[in-house]
């Protein structure tokens, strides 16, 4: 097995391997395995101490922030008050300063009363209750071995943890389910008890022993959640639940919540009543042995348990499962399902491996449940920002606000009186003017907040300087919004320069000069104070000895865009930025720019529309990427060379200073579209990457991941409406992308935006 060993961060501990009810369908002792039967009824003193040590020793190697302990059964609470007490003293004291511990218990209720509760408030020990539902359908199966029902006790167990005082300690309901039950009245006679969350569990089951379908449907089960779905989502979600959250989680990109669902790598590890390791309980219906690992508490680390090859296998990702479930479009939802449901005990057929790499039992439920569930929610799902281009400015304004948030905080309040007074007037600048949002919405804003919070972070020499920045960039704000407050600013980096983003640099002192000025707002501009010499009237438009500003393309027919040759975060586009142009270049440059742009509005009306909606500034680069017409996008479609940056805000370009307007049209378009791209990206999870597979590229030989053949796609649909040579290669890279897994709801949305634009083309 390859990759890091994953520690485990959820232990089951097994305190007690009886139970008082005889459930039909439990997995302990009516599935395969019946180890049961060998094991002592209770955990003993020695497995208690020994699990304590193994799990403080574990959580320190791998400096784990917490561990979740669930005592388990068996039913837990036969183990008797004094034996859990002891438990969760041992637990807690050898994880003392060492990790945070989440214990939890799951029993069927039976037993709980205050004695049990009062001693789980003084551990904190949160409790999960099993009820299948209404007492019809908890009859079906939870019953004593008389025959009789056990729904009674079981709603007044969930009745005491209702109580204000025991609240805090109600984990929620777990519901096997039945699909011979009513699917609305199993859901209302949960949603009843106002739980805090409810787990719908599928019935353990495997090929050689599939579950119930009394109907005959391929779909039963999908059927029925679906339906309970429907009686959640109607009633505005008024609980948690957990399986349907994690496939709302995963279509939209996010981690899979259970580990039933999804591809999250194990971590769990299971520690019997007699001390030794075993790997998921569940296991326990495939075949006797099936989860045994041949370690104990006594002998054993937790670390070996976790290189064991049965762990490791289920910690593989896309890479565990089958061929078949690889080229599943849900398999990042699904995870090609639990482990245990893919159990079949040898080759049926030809081609069928047998074993564990096999579809689950439930493959048809689950692939119908989250494509019913997409379907449901898709348009909720995809942010605004994917199909508004007024929208994904917003978000792009809104992930500036919170990098700066962000980068206060990790100040926290080493940047002394220079950054809270400019703090301050921030705040003040806010209040009355929208000055600030138009410097936070400068592209090279985010670039010099990202080096800021990085450099804190690694602690790398000049961090704080270059955090303490802040205030030119206020004095920016004041400016723009013609405020009549004074801003302080330290100047004389490099060649006594003091930039004011979006506006030019200044020399209070002359090349060379360090110190500290004073700016502040006047009629037609604004006023700098440095030290004993007189005040320097600016104009922000006029070029003056100690004053360049940052110029503008200012010519018929193009957009009025800042020309930015000034910014001292504008180096992001992978290849050098030019110095600093002389009036005559400038002019030379923008007059060949304003003739691109033209002819981009002559054969892309739409696209050159938007972007002069969304671009603000253009950089001069020395040299340009590959031509447009050249083999592709760069790996990853991070776009160096390309014109558009890393780690700077949406709405800046860099453009090469040679070439003419036929040759920098194309470029401008490509990294126009290369910018709204990434700008989506940083806003929206457009597909996940945990264990990329790489696919066929029409533009090159080499298979590549699908981010750069989204970035491809993306960047050829735009250019076959200037280019039709790029039109048979948009197309293909459309059609490898129609079945890709990793497409989240959102960028199966943009998916069908690119068809459509790509049919209009």
């Known amino acids: 097995m390859t990759g890091p060993l994953v520690p485990f ?37 020695e497995a208690i ?52 511990l989440d214990l939890r218990i799951h029993t069927n209720g ?55 005082r025991y609240r805090p300690l109600d984990l929620g309901l777990l519901c096997t389910i039945d699909v011979a039950n009513d699917p609305v009245a199993v859901y209302d006679a949960l949603a009843a008890l106002d739980p805090p969350r409810i787990d719908f569990l599928l019935p353990h089951a495997t090929w050689d022993d599939p579950p119930p379908r009394p109907d005959g449907s391929a779909t039963a089960y999908a059927d029925w959640l679906l339906t309970v779905f429907d009686r959640w989502d109607t009633a505005g979600r008024p609980m948690p639940v957990r399986l349907f959250e994690s496939v709302l989680s995963t279509l939209s990109g996010g981690p899979s919540l259970t580990e039933s669902l999804g591809l999250a790598p194990t971590d769990l590890v299971v520690v019997e009543t007699d001390g030794t390791l075993e790997q998921v309980d569940s296991l326990k219906s495939a075949y006797d042995g099936a989860a045994a690992t041949g370690f104990d508490v006594f002998a054993h680390s937790f670390d070996e348990v976790a290189a064991h090859p049965g762990v490791r296998t289920r910690q593989l990702g896309l890479a ?74 917003v978000a792009q304004q809104e992930l500036t606000r ?40 400068h592209p090279y804003t985010r670039a010099w907040l990202i080096d800021s919070v990085a450099a804190l972070r690694a602690e790398r020499p000049g ?30 980096d490099g060649d006594g ?26 009629e037609q501009g604004f006023v700098v104070r440095a030290g004993t010499a007189e005040p320097l009237v600016v104009r922000p438009d006029e070029a003056t000895p100690y004053w360049r500003p940052v110029r503008r393309l200012g010519r018929d027919g193009a ?20 110095p600093g142009l002389g009036p005559d270049e400038a002019a030379d440059w923008s007059d060949r720019l304003a003739a691109a742009w033209g002819l981009l509005g002559e054969r892309v009306p739409e696209q050159t529309a938007e972007a002069g909606a969304t671009l603000s500034t253009l950089t001069p680069l020395l040299s340009a990427g590959p031509s447009p017409l050249s083999a592709g996008p760069s790996g990853g479609g991070h776009g160096y060379g390309y014109g558009y940056g890393n780690g700077c805000g949406y709405g800046a370009l860099g453009v090469p200073v040679h070439g003419g307007a036929g040759e920098l049209a194309p470029v401008l378009l490509r990294a126009l579209r290369g910018a709204r791209l990434r700008a989506l990206t940083e806003v929206a999870d457009l597909y996940t990457l945990d264990g990329e597979w790489h696919r066929p590229a029409p533009w090159q030989e080499e298979p590549v991941p699908l981010s750069a053949l989204l970035a491809g796609a993306y960047e050829r649909v735009g250019l076959a409406a200037y280019d039709p040579r790029y039109r048979d290669q948009a197309r293909r890279a459309l059609d490898t992308l129609e079945d890709a897994a990793e497409l989240t709801v959102s960028g199966k949305s943009l998916l069908t935006t690119l068809r459509e634009e790509a049919d209009r083309g």
């Not at 209750?129 to 079906?140: E, F, T, V, W």
């Not at 159990?343 to 081609?351: E, K």
């Not at 929610?377 to 994917?386: H, I």
């Open 402 to 441: 919170s990098l700066l948030a962000g980068l206060h905080a990790e100040l926290a309040g080493r940047g002394g009186d220079v950054w809270q007074e400019a703090w301050e007037l921030a705040a003040t600048v806010e209040r009355y003017s929208d000055g600030l949002d138009e410097v936070l919405a």
């Open 9 to 45: 961060r959820e232990i089951v501990l097994k305190v007690h391997s009886r139970c008082d009810l005889a459930c039909d369908h439990c997995y302990i002792y009516e599935h395969a395995d019946q180890s049961w039967r060998t094991r002592p009824k209770a955990i003993s003193d």
């Open 49 to 100: 101490s020994w699990t304590a040590l193994r799990l403080a020793e574990h959580a320190k190697a791998h400096a784990l922030p917490s561990v979740s302990v669930i005592l388990h059964g068996g039913e837990p609470l036969l183990a008797g008050p004094e034996r859990l007490r002891r438990v969760c003293e041992e637990l807690t004291r050898a994880l003392d300063g060492v990790a945070g």
């Open 497 to 522: 320069g003091l930039h004011l983003p979006t506006l030019g640099t200044l020399w209070p002192a002359g090349p060379g000069g360090r110190g500290e000025a004073e700016v502040r707002a006047a």
């Open 463 to 492: 961090a704080l300087a270059t955090a303490l920045r802040f205030p030119a960039y206020v004095a920016a704000a004041v400016v723009r919004g013609g405020l009549d407050l004074p801003v302080r600013i330290g100047y004389g």
């Open 559 to 578: 957009p009025d865009l800042a020309l930015d040759d000034l910014d001292p975060y504008r180096d992001r586009f992978g290849v050098p930025v030019h």
């Open 320 to 393: 565990g499962v089958g061929e078949t479930c690889r080229q599943c479009p849900v398999v990042r939802s699904c995870g090609g399902g639990l482990y245990t449901h893919r159990y079949r005990s040898g080759p049926a057929a030809a081609g069928d491996p047998g074993g564990f790499a096999n579809t689950s039992v439930y493959c048809a439920d689950l692939e119908a449940l989250i494509r019913g569930i997409e379907s449901r929610t898709a348009a909720s799902l995809v942010p605004s920002a994917v199909a508004d281009t007024g929208e994904l400015l």
């Open 110 to 164: 039976l037993q709980l009363g205050p004695r049990y509760l009062d001693l789980f408030l003084e551990f904190g020990v949160r409790v999960g209750i099993s009820l299948d539902g209404d007492k019809a359908a908890n009859d079906r199966h939870r019953r004593f071995a008389d025959g009789r029902s056990s729904h009674p006790q079981v709603l007044r167990a969930v009745g005491l943890l209702r109580q204000e």
